[in-house]
């Protein structure tokens, strides 16, 4: 099978120091791909790359066999590629359907919204909470309550909603579950496998191995700055994904990449 | 899974209500609070309703008179005017201290194209309006291209603009008979209407429909909303997909233009061109947005907001005129208006009641 978003020997350096040292990556239609590392091992840099974020200075990215070139974010979702940052993205006085539709605003047809510009609010509204119905976030009551008004999980919750709205291809979440607790990350999650069973591949940056091994098919483990082996979850245990990430141990040729 | 995970099946019993709300818990104040959160025009409009009743029990029908009413409205035309152009920019966390000088050179471009060029009147009014747009432009160009702080280069701005406006004109005025028998046209906004006993000049009229466009275009285009979204977390905004520069850059083009109106609208109420007219503007409009409720930090307020703001000045300034008292009685209740006005806004902000 081939890959739906492949990376090849991407490079960028900051100064004197290499944050991306000719790594390859590959993200399989479908899955659940999780990336870890350590601090300062480059994950951040890699998926910035295939985001549209950073520009890399060598290397080629490939979406569905095409070799695309981002120069901004909005490059990267006008080619299918959604991501959720960790900082979420969102204006926080704006209200869960401005918020979904940031940029890509629903116009009414016919004169009101070609002369006047008029926006469909009705039409988004519903399609926001058709969304957010989706992935079983019913307990927001009000598709207008601002955002800053919402938990963090459920701010959470609208962040992985409008991506999985809008992402046709890939899904890029960043630490989806860093700030929350125990029940808003186990929503979280669940929201990763309700995005999954719609057949939108996921990558999954984080820290937090026990997510990671439990909504995983693949981890990427990034180690300085290139791909050091992926590893298949059912083979191996958290202390061994810990011990490659760090060094402690080096993988066996088989699963090196 | 091992045991790791399984600390979290004690909370699968309880999760089927994640965070739910209960607006029928906040009490009074909690429903007060969200009222505002919701509507920030709110608090202005309280505060000039009672302030009408109040200065109309006290003064009569020489205050509450269709007369005197509408004279508010005529005393405050221009600077609600400036006062709408300074909403945007301020929307989006930005500040514009050249907005007086802009519209007093656009006056001065629309009086000197006319009596030095000779230009057609129309020709001239439009061109002092691009003068406007233009430099309100180039403010939007520095801020979001060379990413200088928008109070620096309004500062600038305000000082290059103003001694241009002195050196193009040498200080001189263009008297209000010599404009009423050449070119009547710069003189449009000042005409005046009488409906029973209520006069309406059209610089109000603009200035009404002005603040009824720009509150359909905040609250209903995207880029309304763009406008908000930038002044909130420019960031967040460009990562969800606003162009950031091309909104900022529009905001203090469309800032530019409107003080051109001002301007324009200026010579309508002063009758003359001069170049020594609307020095208070900034402040004045910088006020105006304060007590109508818009945070100096962005992203929140609302265009109508002002327009009470603008009203709340004009009211107190007539009313404490007709009590007899003196003038500086009108500048300290401002200031106390404006600090309470901050006061609200930071206790809107609190969005954890």
């Known amino acids: ?257 | 899974m091992s045991a790791q995970d399984n600390y979290e099946a004690a909370a699968s019993g309880a999760a089927t209500e994640v965070a739910s709300f209960n607006d029928l818990d906040q009490g009074w104040l909690g429903r007060v609070h969200h009222a505002l959160h919701v509507t920030p025009a709110l608090v202005p409009l309280i505060v000039l309703l009672s302030s009408i009743i109040i200065f109309g029990l006290v003064l009569g029908s020489k205050f509450f008179s269709p007369f005197a009413l509408t004279l508010i409205l005529q005393q405050v035309q221009i600077v609600g005017i400036v006062a709408a152009a300074q909403s945007l920019v301020i929307l989006t966390a930005g500040i514009d201290l050249s907005v007086g000088a802009i519209a007093v050179i656009s006056s001065v471009v629309m009086g000197q194209f006319t009596f030095r060029y000779g230009l057609p009147v129309e020709v001239a009014v439009v061109c002092g309006l691009l003068f406007g747009t233009a430099i309100g432009t180039l403010n939007g160009w520095l801020i979001a291209v060379m990413k200088l702080p928008p109070f620096i280069v309004t500062l600038g701005m305000w000082q290059i603009v103003l001694a241009a406006n002195f050196l193009y004109s040498a200080n001189e005025t263009i008297r209000s008979q010599e404009i009423a028998a050449e070119a009547p046209l710069l003189q449009l906004l000042g005409f005046k209407f009488n409906i029973g006993g209520a006069v309406f000049t059209l610089g109000v009229v603009f200035m009404l429909l002005l603040v009824l466009v720009l509150a359909y275009v905040l609250k209903h285009t995207a880029w309304g909303r763009h406008v908000y979204a930038v002044g909130d977390d420019p960031e967040a905004a460009e990562l969800s997909g606003v162009n950031v520069r091309r909104t900022l850059i529009s905001v203090y083009g469309l800032a530019g233009l409107i003080c051109g109106f001002a301007g324009w609208a200026l010579i309508g109420r002063i009758g003359s061109v001069s170049p020594t007219s609307g020095q208070l503007l900034n402040i004045e409009s910088i006020t105006a947005v304060v007590i109508g409720g818009i945070s100096l930090f962005g992203g929140r307020g609302s265009i109508l907001g002002t327009f009470f703001g603008a009203l709340i000045v004009g009211v107190f300034t007539l009313g404490l005129r007709l009590m007899g008292a003196d003038a500086q009685w009108t500048f300290l209740l401002i200031g106390v208006l404006i600090i309470a006005a901050v006061a609200v806004d930071q206790w809107i902000r609190k969005v954890a009641a």
């Open chain 1, 1 to 257: 099978m081939e890959p739906i978003l492949k990376a090849r020997g991407l490079v960028k350096r900051y100064g004197r120091v290499t944050a991306l040292d000719h790594c390859d990556f590959d993200l399989m239609p479908g899955e659940v791909l999780a990336v870890i590392g350590d601090n300062g091992a480059g994950k951040s840099s890699l998926i910035k790359a295939v985001s549209g974020a950073v520009i890399p200075d060598a290397g080629t990215v490939t979406l569905e066999g095409r070799e695309v070139r981002f120069a901004s974010p909005i490059d990267a979702r006008e080619a299918g590629i959604e991501t959720v940052y960790q900082t979420l993205a969102m204006s926080p006085a704006l209200s869960i359907a401005d918020n979904m539709f940031m940029g890509r605003e629903l116009r009414k047809p016919g004169f009101r919204g070609k002369i006047l510009r008029q926006l469909d609010r009705k039409r988004m509204e519903d399609l926001a909470r058709e969304k957010l119905n989706d992935l079983g976030l019913m307990t927001i009551q009000n598709i207008n309550q601002a955002v800053e008004t919402l938990s963090g999980g459920q701010r959470q919750g609208v962040a992985v909603a409008r991506a999985a709205a809008f992402g046709s291809k890939v899904i890029i979440l960043d630490e989806p579950t860093a700030a929350l607790g125990v029940k808003e990350s186990r929503r979280v999650l669940e929201l990763i496998q309700d995005v999954k069973s719609r057949g939108i591949p996921i990558i999954l940056i984080s820290h937090n191995m026990p997510h990671v091994f439990e909504v995983a098919d693949r981890i990427h483990v990034h180690r300085l700055g290139k791909r050091l082996c992926v590893i298949d979850p059912g083979e191996y245990t958290m202390s061994d994904a810990v011990a490659f990430m760090t060094g402690a141990k080096e993988p066996d040729t088989a699963a090196a990449a």
